[in-house]
């Protein structure tokens, strides 16, 4: 069985730029959720994705966006990156959408912005 | 809106012996689901243990328990006969029963970083 992966590992950008990250769920599971975690805090829910769908959405503006793919896998995209933009994201998947199943996290990808 | 809060930026332990990390959480709600999560040096969030909060028996995961504490909400993971392995940030999450447009989201405390010692 696959874990969570996703890529890049790191990435450098300039404030302004555009970014995608991505993340290819585990086996078997339909439901992703993304999450921001700043520097020496917890991470924080910016959305999940069910089926291809947006289920869920924290605080976060609308330059944050999403797609999750027929084969489950899935995109985050930031437009217009602002220094505090700079974190570590990790994805998360789940079998499904029930509340507390468990979310199994990837190693993250860690976004520097400049 | 819920809050999660851990009290213990750093702990450290002597291997072998035993730690408690300590949770307090604010929410309204009767059913919910809690958390620890523990996330090593290499980034990766793995699942540590898992509590209903309809369930009165406290969790046990081998060397990792629970002392859920409902009407003070209040949720410490301890951890028995502490290996140098679990040397980790530690994350307490909250999880709603309740539908609403948030999904089935974690929030997250600030995390404690766990050093066991040899």
């Known amino acids: 069985e696959t874990g969570v992966t996703q890529s890049p590992t790191h990435l450098i950008k300039t404030r302004g730029q555009q970014v995608t990250l991505r993340c290819s769920s585990q086996?078997?599971?339909?439901?992703v959720s993304w999450y921001q975690q700043a520097l020496g805090q917890g991470p924080q829910f910016i959305f999940q994705?069910?089926?291809?769908?947006?289920?869920g959405r924290g605080n976060f503006p609308p330059r944050f966006s999403g797609l999750q793919f027929p084969n489950y896998s899935s995109e985050l995209n930031v437009n217009a990156l602002e220094l505090d933009d700079s974190a570590l994201y990790l994805c998360?998947?789940?079998?499904?959408?029930?509340?507390?199943?468990?979310?199994?996290f990837g190693p993250g990808t860690r976004l520097t912005v400049l | 809106a819920q809050t999660v809060t851990q009290s213990q930026p750093e702990m450290s332990v002597q291997e072998a012996e035993t730690v408690t990390l300590s949770c307090t959480y604010d929410?309204?709600?009767?059913?919910?689901?809690l958390f620890w999560y523990k996330q090593p040096p290499s980034r990766q969030m793995i699942l540590v243990i898992r509590?209903?909060?309809?369930?009165?028996q406290n969790a046990t995961e081998n060397r990792f328990s629970v002392n859920f504490q409902k009407a003070a909400k209040s949720f410490s993971l301890k951890i028995s006969d502490s290996q140098l392995g679990d040397t980790a940030m530690y994350f307490c999450?909250?999880?709603?029963?309740?539908?609403?447009?948030?999904?089935?989201?974690?929030?997250f405390g600030g995390g404690t970083r766990l050093m066991v010692k040899p």
């Open positions: 998360a998947s789940s079998l499904d959408a029930s509340r507390g199943n468990e979310q199994f």
């Open positions: 086996s078997g599971h339909n439901t």
């Open positions: 994705y069910y089926r291809e769908e947006e289920n």
């Open positions: 929410t309204s709600e009767n059913n919910y689901y």
């Open positions: 509590q209903e909060a309809y369930k009165q």
């Open positions: 999450a909250f999880m709603s029963l309740i539908p609403n447009n948030a999904g089935n989201m974690l929030t």
